[in-house]
Nanobody
Framework: QVQLVESGGGLVQAGDSLRLSCAAS????????MGWFRQAPGKEREFVSA????????YYADSVKGRFTISRDNAKNTVYLQMNSLKPEDTAVYYC????????????????WGQGTQVTVSS
């Protein structure tokens, strides 16, 4: 099992940047596909980005492609989400998740979840 704790959220203006971090503890971090999801009020949780176990492959939702970058440091048991050129529509609670499935990108494929961190982008 793995425990996940997100940090780095906050209130920013449109066009600003934020970096989210997710610290993992428990089983071997490098054995998991890691992902970021978000959920806005009244909407379903949606995929944002994912990264393979050793970081060689990354996946992005079309809505964030070119603006967000996912990375991981297996020595520090941490995954990051660098968010640039933020837009008001990026406002949501952002969740870190871990999956035992190679290539996982859907909510149902991730077994472990953090508690979430709020990101609010004002116009």
């Amino acid at each position: 099992q793995v425990q996940l704790v997100e940090s780095g959220g906050g209130l920013v203006q449109a066009g600003d940047s934020l970096r989210l971090s997710c610290a993992a503890s428990g089983r071997t971090f490098s054995s998991y596909t890691m992902g970021w999801f978000r959920q806005a009020p009244g909407k379903e949780r949606e995929f944002v980005s994912a990264i393979s176990r050793l970081g060689g492959r990354t996946y992005y939702a079309d809505s964030v492609k070119g603006r967000f970058t996912i990375s991981r440091d297996n020595a520090k048991n941490t995954v990051y989400l660098q968010m640039n050129s933020l837009k008001p529509e990026d406002t949501a609670v952002y969740y870190c998740a871990a999956s035992n499935t190679i290539g996982a990108i859907s909510v149902g494929q991730f077994e472990y979840w953090g508690q979430g961190t709020q990101v609010t982008v004002s116009s």
